[in-house]
């Protein structure tokens, strides 16, 4: 958030709660001066300051600490795109959006949240695809037994029990990719627009 946004965001608190400069700054315990340059757009609050005000305001330092967050929708984009690198290697899904994620995180407003939704997405996804490559295990397996157990272990028959494990694998590979373009694109265009993101996943990154 700009200086002038923070500002008036203050201002405007400080009416809501029906607070005069002077009230604000006997209950916050910062001097009058103090409230006057921060309203102006003269300085911004930050650290002790901020907790400061945000006890005298009633809201959490957490809360209250967003608001000086740089605002910079360009860089929520990069972060979103950035999990397509999972097209040429699946774990740079993850650790490239990861980077942009703990650069951010504490400076640009929405890379927070963003961020640990895009990486719980990407976890989700690399999950299936390996339950993928279990099942296809699994699968091989199973034909390769009925094969032995029929006692006609023939080349044609086990050829035929691989590719049918490796087409599965890759049947699925490709369908959890093109999920993975399609939401990142779908949210890609949410976050052009302002909105928030829909990302289905499991929560492995909770805050």
């Known amino acids: ?14 009416k809501r709660k029906g607070y005069s400069q002077e009230l604000l700054a006997e209950n916050s315990g910062l001097n009058l001066r103090t409230i006057q340059r921060i309203e102006k757009g003269e300085t911004i609050p930050r650290g002790d ?84 490559f279990i099942a296809q295990v699994v699968m091989m397996t199973y034909a390769f037994d009925s094969i032995q157990d029929s006692g006609n272990v023939s080349p044609n028959l086990v050829a035929g029990g691989i590719k049918d494990g490796l087409r599965f694998f890759l049947l699925m590979y490709l369908t959890l990719n093109i999920g993975n373009i399609v939401m990142i694109l779908f949210n890609t265009h949410r976050i052009n627009k302002g909105k928030k993101v829909i990302y289905p996943y499991i929560p492995f990154i909770k805050a």
Request: charged share 20%.
């Open 1 to 14: 958030m700009s200086k002038d946004s923070l500002m008036q965001k203050i201002t405007e608190l400080r």
């Open 49 to 132: 300051t901020l907790r400061k005000l945000a006890l005298a305001f009633d809201v959490s330092p957490e809360e209250f600490s967003d608001w000086t967050y740089e605002e910079n929708n360009g860089y929520l984009i990069s972060l979103n795109i950035s999990a397509l690198a999972g097209l040429i290697f699946p774990v740079l899904g993850i650790l490239i959006p990861m980077i942009f994620w703990f650069q951010k995180k504490d400076k640009i407003q929405g890379v927070k949240d963003l961020g640990r939704r895009v990486l719980n997405f990407q976890f989700t996804l690399t999950l299936l695809l390996f339950l993928c």
